[in-house]
Nanobody, 121 residues
Framework: QVQLVESGGGVVQAGGSLKLSCTAS?????????MGWYRQVPGKRHELVAT???????VYLASVKGRFTASRDATGNTMFLEMNNLKVEDTAVYLC??????????????WGQGTQVTVSS
């Protein structure tokens, strides 16, 4: 059972920045796993924000391209999501996930508890 711990959420004004971190309890990238961030707002289905594979390939939601940067650390168990030029519509609970990579897609096997990001106007 892989445990995921997220940090870095908070309240920021529009145009500001936040950096999220997600640390796994094991060196999941060495297992061929990837990591990803989803976000969810009440009443809506969660949406994929960004993923990074074990080979450091990244995928982004179209609306965050150019503003968000996903990366992984060299130790093999942490993913970062640097969020710049935040918009009110980025407000959501951000959830970290990890799982095997298949054809560039990260399976969502394990989930973290989520961290709230609130962007004020």
């Amino acid at each position: 059972q892989v445990q995921l711990v997220e940090s870095g959420g908070g309240v920021v004004q529009a145009g500001g920045s936040l950096k999220l971190s997600c640390t796994a309890s094991e060196s999941i990238f060495e297992y061929g796993y990837g990591m990803g961030w989803y976000r969810q707002v009440p009443g809506k289905r969660h949406e994929l924000v960004a993923t990074v594979t074990n080979l450091a390939a990244t995928v982004y939601l179209a609306s965050v391209k150019g503003r968000f940067t996903a990366s992984r650390d060299a130790t093999g168990n942490t993913m970062f999501l640097e969020m710049n030029n935040l918009k009110v519509e980025d407000t959501a609970v951000y959830l970290c996930t990890t799982g095997p990579v298949h054809a560039g897609t990260v399976d969502t096997v394990y989930w973290g508890q989520g961290t709230q990001v609130t962007v004020s106007s």
